[in-house]
Nanobody, 118 residues
């Protein structure tokens, strides 16, 4: 199994930026979908962003225009650049991988906390 480890979370003020990174223990070359979920207390788990092996991207409506997902298959990393952060973005962000479809998760990271203050 591929293990995913996130880093880069922290506390920022509204309007600020953070860059999250997900490092895989093995190759992500064969994992078509890589991306990020987030989970906040009292809210449903939300699929934030995905990127395929050929660079096709999808975003949740709540983050479009503010977040950018990227992947580097040579480095086995997946990043999430988060700009113009809002308090509503506060959540645990989890890296994931899916080989078959966007919605069938094969690999989970442990999560990293992002807190946006108003």
């Amino acid at each position: 199994q591929v293990h995913l480890v996130e880093s880069g979370g922290g506390l920022v003020q509204a309007g600020g930026s953070l860059r999250l990174s997900c490092a895989a223990s093995g190759s992500i070359f064969s994992i078509n979908y890589m991306g990020w979920y987030r989970q906040a207390p009292g809210k449903q788990r939300e699929l934030v962003a995905t990127i395929t092996n050929v660079g096709l991207r999808n975003y949740a409506d709540s983050v479009k225009g503010r977040f950018t997902v990227s992947r580097d298959n040579a480095k086995n990393t997946v990043d999430l650049q988060m700009n113009s952060l809002k308090p509503e973005d506060t959540a645990v962000y989890l890296c994931y991988g899916a080989s078959r479809s966007r919605w069938v998760v094969d690999y989970w990271g442990q999560g990293t906390q992002v807190t946006v203050s108003s």
